[in-house]
């Protein structure tokens, strides 16, 4: 599943092709993916100019050049791939977007959780996808103190608590997993019981492994918009990661895996307490 760190990948290389493009055709394979596209979707975007490109939680914002944003989320499979019009269509791709430079942009989802829709920027934070989202975990929003009033009165364990997008948007369970290695802090761990201390250094470890991964994924952003559109994920060295029974590169123990709310948490029990 595309991650934070992929998403901005994305939009930076979106953004490299795609700034002060305009919309000349769209042609709709299919009438939805996770939610139908808008109505007078054609109407809405053809001859618009794009005038930014950004990123709120997962979500793709394509600023036009009116008050619209065209939202794009990649869902557990989608690929948006850009490269010259009048390719092949290939099984899956469900919208193509052209260009007046003749490129096109092709989206690509194969289970379909994926979602195309268009809105208002003035009306994004009271929009249903938004309203009720964290802050962004890289901005000064997302602070030891916020994020300690957040967890006061939370008794679920703290790896599934970071991982909720009321609280703070975009830790995924590669970053949830790695973040509270590099913090020595158990993810079975109460959310209540984590002092402030150990609060900062979370936050600051959260910051600093997507941080990490949105650098190594830059190197890839021309591959990535330009060649095939493999959202390739980024080949970290993780720590705990994927990696059951390997040795902790601190202690020698055992990796431990277990499941939390359904989703694999790696750990090592020795030095996360
Ligand atoms: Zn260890």
Redesign the pocket.
């Known amino acids: 599943m595309p991650e934070l760190p992929e998403v901005e990948t994305v939009c930076k290389g979106l953004s490299k092709s795609l700034l002060g493009r305009k919309f000349t055709n769209i042609n709709l394979l299919r009438p939805n993916l996770r939610i139908p596209f808008p109505e007078n979707f054609s109407t809405k975007i053809i001859n618009r100019t794009i005038k930014d490109i950004t990123r709120r939680a997962k979500y793709i914002f394509i600023h036009l050049d009116n008050s619209q944003v065209i939202i794009m989320h990649l869902g557990m499979s989608g690929k948006i791939i850009v490269h010259p019009s009048k390719q092949q269509i290939l099984k899956h791709d469900h919208a193509i977007f052209t260009f007046d430079d003749n490129q096109e942009l092709v989206f690509n989802d194969a289970r379909r959780f994926g979602l195309i829709t268009i809105a208002d920027i003035n009306n994004l934070d009271q929009h249903p996808l938004f309203k009720s989202l964290g802050p962004e975990p890289l901005t000064e929003n997302f602070n030891t103190k916020y994020l300690a009033d957040k967890l006061k009165t939370k008794s679920i364990p703290i790896k599934p608590a970071i991982m909720n997008n009321n609280i703070v948007v975009g830790v995924g369970n590669i970053y949830a997993c790695e973040s509270l290695f590099i913090s020595n802090i158990s993810p079975l761990k109460a959310a209540n019981n984590l002092n402030n201390v150990e609060i900062k250094i979370l936050i600051t470890n959260i910051k600093q492994v997507l941080l990490d991964a949105i650098k190594s994924g830059g190197s890839s952003i021309s591959d990535y918009v330009n060649a095939q559109g493999e959202l390739g994920y980024f080949q970290h060295n993780f720590n705990v990661y994927n990696k059951y029974n390997h040795s902790?590169k601190?202690?020698t123990?055992k990796i431990a895996r277990i499941t939390q709310c359904g989703r694999s948490t790696f750990y090592?029990p020795?030095?996360q307490k």
């Open positions: 902790c601190i202690c123990s090592c020795t030095c």
